[in-house]
């Protein structure tokens, strides 16, 4: 495949300082509500290394739970149609859930992860997000941790792909251009 272009949106260290900022932010949050221990959901593909990088900035003790979603296949703009590609594996019953994610665009696939999680008896749910297009949004959602709010780019890096690929970048980028 040709190199895209690819314009440097958050470095890599821009990207560790939000997260460090965001892992505070949420760890005094459930900490001010007395809760001592967390399930944080991991949406994959794209919040591995969202969700890696994240998890060392909380200061409290926490399980790990993976999802696998996918809404677009190998399209740039949602399909809407998302499909579970992985289900969770444990039980989130009576656990405080912080869902991961590392973009949310048209809000979609989020939309149908909360229903989703409606019947698996979670005591609460906080969703955070590192990437969001505001407006973008189809769909109201109570969002509570964004890490930076970006126009309609088409992202790549830092765990979101284009085609599968770029995911391995250290930064986020935007595509320019034909691609
Ligand atoms: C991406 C991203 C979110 C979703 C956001 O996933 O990880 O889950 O799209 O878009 P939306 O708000 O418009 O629904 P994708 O379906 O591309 O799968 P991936 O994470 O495996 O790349």
Redesign the pocket.
Known sequence: MQKPKLDVLYSAATLQQRLEALGQQITEDYQQAGIEEICVLC?????FLFTADLIRHIGIPLRCEFI??????NAQV?S?N?VV?QAIQNSLEGQDVLVV????????????LLQHLQEKKTRSIKICTLLL?PD???IKLPIDYTGFEIANHFVVGY???FKGLY?NLPYVGVMRGEH
């Open positions: 949406v994959l593909k794209g919040s696998g979603l996918s809404s677009y296949g949602s809407g998302v590609t994610e590392d973009i949310i665009d048209s809000g979609l696939s989020m939309h149908f297009k973008h949004l189809k765990g979101l792909d995911r």
